[in-house]
């Protein structure tokens, strides 16, 4: 099986093609992303970061050219097929957030959980918590989002894009509205999901402090995508702090443990197979390993 978890052959988007108020957003994209890989793409304001981000994660369609999810060509799929690839594997985080303004915090982030069918309200919930935890927002788990912050509400948006534990992360200026520490323990946990869990993620920004978070950097001017070389990419290395990192795989462990239950839970009431029950314990149980292991003392 190829490795490739995204491909963008040829990606052209022409907005309002063949009006007099055209725009060439994006111009011939080809961009091939690993499994496992934590890229960012940079650009300006108006270079197309987000015509592209939403065209990677199916909310869009391209004018032209093909997009493959884990070796699926989703360029002609149905809005119902989209939306159930988007439901499993993809966890997005607008822009401008999109949360929906009439519930709280903590149910924005239960709702996707929820829609899957796998967890019960209470177990929803408790992983609802434990995720505004990680983006350090529990205390606002009752708010709506006209009584968070600009920047309160992006970190429901990613505690929200992390919910169903999605194979491909793409976060649209994640930190746009955060301050520089909040900044920065957002891309730490970043950055142990995908060391641990090898999710994969895309992140488009203008700023190289969220950037330096990921492992190749791509820019994008014009529409246009040009790869940065690797002298370059020197200067965005970093790594988060020992602290910081072990805080949030602690959380992790607790995560894990639930999900654990919940399996037993869909055992016990005939929700799955004992072969499917055996197969995702083994994979959580991995998982579990590998986040005990990497507890530094
Ligand atoms: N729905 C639309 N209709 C027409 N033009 C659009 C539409 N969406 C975006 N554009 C145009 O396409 C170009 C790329 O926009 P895009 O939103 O992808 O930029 P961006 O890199 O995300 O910018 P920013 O950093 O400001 O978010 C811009 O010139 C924009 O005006
Ligand atoms: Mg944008």
């Not at 060509?73 to 989209?82: H, I």
């Not at 309160?152 to 520089?180: C, K, Y």
């Not at 993620?201 to 330096?212: D, L, Q, R, S, Y």
Request: aromatic share 6%.
């Amino acid at each position: 099986m190829s490795r490739a978890a995204i491909e963008l052959i040829n990606v052209e988007k022409v907005y309002e093609e063949g009006t007099p108020a055209e725009v060439h957003a994006l111009r011939g994209i080809d961009l091939v992303v690993n499994k496992g890989e934590f890229i960012a793409i940079m650009g300006p304001s108006g270079s197309g970061k987000t015509t592209l981000l939403n065209i990677i994660g199916t909310m869009d369609k391209p004018t032209r050219g093909r997009v493959i999810i884990d070796g699926e060509d989703v360029t002609d799929y149905s809005e119902a097929r989209l939306a159930h690839i988007r439901r499993e594997k993809i966890g997005f985080v607008f822009q401008f957030f999109n949360l929906i303004s009439t519930l709280t915090a903590l149910e924005n982030v239960t709702l996707p959980m929820l829609l899957t069918g796998k967890y019960s309200e209470k177990e929803a919930r408790e992983k609802a918590l434990d995720l505004l935890t990680l983006v350090r927002l529990r205390e606002r788990a009752n708010h709506k989002p006209r009584e968070l912050s600009g920047g309160e509400q992006q970190r429901v948006a990613i505690a929200r894009a992390l919910a169903n534990h999605p194979t491909f992360v793409l976060m649209d200026e994640p930190t746009g509205s955060l301050d520089t520490v909040t900044g920065s323990r957002i891309m730490s946990l970043c950055r142990v999901l995908n060391e641990k869990f090898g999710q994969t993620f895309i992140v488009v920004t203008h700023n190289p402090g969220v950037a330096k978070a990921a492992k190749k950097i791509y820019h994008i001017r014009d529409g246009k995508l040009y790869k940065t070389p690797p002298e370059d990419l020197m200067k965005y290395t970093w790594t988060p702090s020992v602290g910081e990192k072990n805080e949030i795989m602690r959380v992790y462990i607790r995560i894990l443990r639930q999900e654990l239950n919940s399996l037993k839970r869909r055992l016990t009431s005939g929700q799955i197979s004992d072969a499917e029950y055996r197969m995702i314990k083994q994979r959580i149980l991995q998982d579990l390993e590998l986040i005990r292991r990497g507890i530094e003392k």
